[in-house]
């Protein structure tokens, strides 16, 4: 199994990102994918997630309508389009795939916002 972000980077606040995670390994669209982001100091959080076939998403308060999961279950792969990046987005962020008691992680992404 293989879960692996990119997409990552240094980006201006007000700026957009998109990131990226491939899986391999499983049956994808079977599995609920999350993205999580941990900044410095902080726990792990929740930002966002959808269901395996796409049809229901969930986003933290604090990115709701600035960010937007989505994913190809023919590509095996999950986005997170991150726009209007504040400094407080700066984090590692993180991909999940779970399925009940399965579950699946990433090595992480670093989002820096900063000008």
């Known amino acids: 199994v293989q879960v692996v972000e990119s997409g990552g980077g240094l980006v201006q606040p007000g700026g957009s990102l998109r990131l990226s995670c491939a899986a391999s390994g499983f049956t994808f669209s079977s599995y609920a994918m999350s993205w999580y982001r941990q900044a410095p100091g902080k726990e792990r959080e929740l930002v966002a997630d959808?269901?395996?076939?796409?049809?229901?998403?969930y986003y933290t308060d604090s990115v709701k309508g600035r960010f937007t999961i989505s994913r190809d279950n023919a590509k095996n792969t999950v986005y997170l389009q991150m726009n209007s990046l504040k400094p407080e987005d700066t984090a590692v962020y993180y991909c999940?795939?779970?399925?009940?008691?399965?579950?699946?992680w990433g090595q992480g992404t670093q989002v820096t916002v900063s000008s």
């Open positions: 959808i269901t395996g076939a796409g049809g229901s998403e």
């Open positions: 999940n795939a779970y399925r009940g008691r399965e579950n699946y």
